[in-house]
């Protein structure tokens, strides 16, 4: 069955870097884009970035751009997000999803805080 295991979550002094993985299984990682989604306390969901298949495409939200990095490693079946110049307002659930505009498959989540 299709699983994605999220890790490297944790708590951060605002300026200070994480970097989260997201382990698949059950489906043909490299042919498929994925997602970095994530929600606030207290608020909806919030697109963060995306990548397509060979990673050569990415996208990101205006609210990270610059400060994130998403990658993949297709070999592995693995994606990250690599997360510097962290701010209190990153605190959230980081979901990775399956899939760009469409996400059909979401981890379980892992909790970021920033604070001092």
């Known amino acids: 069955q299709v699983q994605l295991v999220e890790s490297g979550g944790g708590l951060v002094q605002p300026g200070g870097s994480l970097r989260l993985s997201c382990a698949v299984s059950?489906?043909?990682?490299?042919?498929?884009?994925m997602s970095w989604v994530r929600q606030a306390p207290g608020k909806g969901l919030e697109w963060v970035s995306d990548?397509?298949?060979?990673?050569?495409?990415?996208g990101y939200a205006d609210s990270v751009k610059g400060r994130f990095a998403i990658s993949r490693d297709n070999a592995k079946n693995t994606l990250y997000l690599q997360m510097n110049s962290l701010k209190p307002e990153d605190t959230a659930v980081y979901y990775c999803?399956?899939?760009?505009?469409?996400?059909?498959?979401w981890g379980q989540g892992t909790q970021v805080t920033v604070s001092s």
């Open positions: 990548i397509n298949s060979n990673g050569r495409s990415t």
């Open positions: 999803a399956k899939g760009g505009l469409v996400r059909d498959y």
């Open positions: 059950g489906f043909t990682f490299s042919s498929v884009p």
